[in-house]
């Protein structure tokens, strides 16, 4: 009833016209004195006329308007697939619509060449400047620096950097290498403690943690990301005090700690791309990439990552790890 309704709507002009024509017949017959009857006649004959003529053209209309809606699903892929043009002008609109797509087509491809030319070559300077880093680890291991410490924890820092670099162009790349299956979550936690335990030592910031004895559906890369990324934020906004990492029933990862804490207004936007917030504008380092990257991770695992936070009190950061709807590999 609604096609029909835009059908009538959009032909108001040639309905409009018939109306009208048949009136005038009307008045003159009806000037010509002829016979009631045969005015009627001619009316009724014209109305008619004019339904059939309706009915037929609403039906090519009614496919017509089918076929478009059908073409939505492939307008990206082809546009060769268009309903035959009735007039000139929809012929014209048709060509129109497939130089564009044309237009689209090389530009989407010129675009996506470039894209697979950044992430090629960032992918390899990521995995380039892997090798200094390691020579570097390997001498302040070595020597006896005196602030060897300090220089280590900063090469971690720029390690964590690079990683970040990875992580953002694998998520943005149509394939993965996520491998969901069943793992240890207390494995995966202690991988994430164990990097930064000169840290906590060095600060003298307390570790409380007991063993959750769980087992998640997840990816162990992948999450052991999400957490370093957690424990680093806590680490960097936490001067003195203690960051605890406990379990919410069914199978939710809490990391608390007694930092400085999130802004009201700011704590619904550090989830997103950029944003760094009052906290970020203090420090100035912060890039607003690294809680973006956690969520993007965690939809992507079928997990949901929040976070509750009070100025110079803390905050906590929960991994809701329940099985979703991901198949086990």
């Not at 300090?150 to 943005?172: A, F, K, N, P, S």
């Amino acid at each position: 009833m609604k096609m029909l309704f835009e059908y009538l709507l959009s032909h108001k002009k040639s309905i409009t016209l018939w109306a009208v024509f048949s009136v005038v017949f009307s008045i003159i017959f009806w000037l010509y004195r002829l016979p009631l009857a045969a005015v009627f006649y001619s009316v009724l004959i014209c109305f008619f006329i004019g339904a059939v003529w309706i009915f037929a053209d609403f039906n090519v209309y009614r496919e017509k308007r089918h076929t478009l809606r059908r073409l939505l699903d492939e307008i990206n892929l082809t546009a060769e697939n268009l309903p035959q043009p009735r007039t000139a002008e929809e012929a014209d609109y048709q060509n129109l619509i497939k130089t564009l797509f044309d237009f689209k087509q090389a530009l989407a491809n010129e675009m996506g060449e470039k894209y697979a030319d950044m992430v090629d070559y960032y992918t390899l300077w990521a995995h380039q400047i892997k090798t200094p880093i390691a020579a570097m680890r390997l001498t302040l291991q070595s020597g006896e620096i005196s602030q060897s410490r300090e220089l280590t924890e900063d090469l971690q820092r720029i390690e964590q950097y690079v990683e970040m670099v990875l992580c953002y162009l694998r998520l943005g790349s149509e394939t993965n290498d996520f491998i969901i299956k069943k793992y240890d979550l207390d494995g995966i936690i202690r991988q994430a403690v164990r990097k930064f335990s000169s840290q906590f030592i060095r600060r003298k910031i307390k570790l409380v943690y007991e063993p959750v004895g769980v087992t998640v559906l997840t990816d162990e890369k992948w999450l052991l990301f999400v957490l370093e990324q957690v424990l680093s934020n806590a680490l960097k906004y936490t001067k003195s005090g203690e960051i605890e990492i406990t379990l919410e029933e069914p199978k939710t990862v809490c990391i608390r700690d007694t930092g400085i804490g999130i802004a009201p207004e700011d704590i619904n936007r550090i989830f997103e791309k950029g944003y760094t917030g009052y906290n970020g504008r203090t420090d100035k380092k912060a890039s607003g990439i690294g809680l973006y990257l956690c969520r993007q991770i965690c939809g992507k695992l079928g997990h949901k990552i929040t976070a509750q936070s009070q100025v110079s009190k803390g905050t906590v950061i929960k991994i809701d790890l329940e099985e979703t709807q991901i198949e086990v590999e």
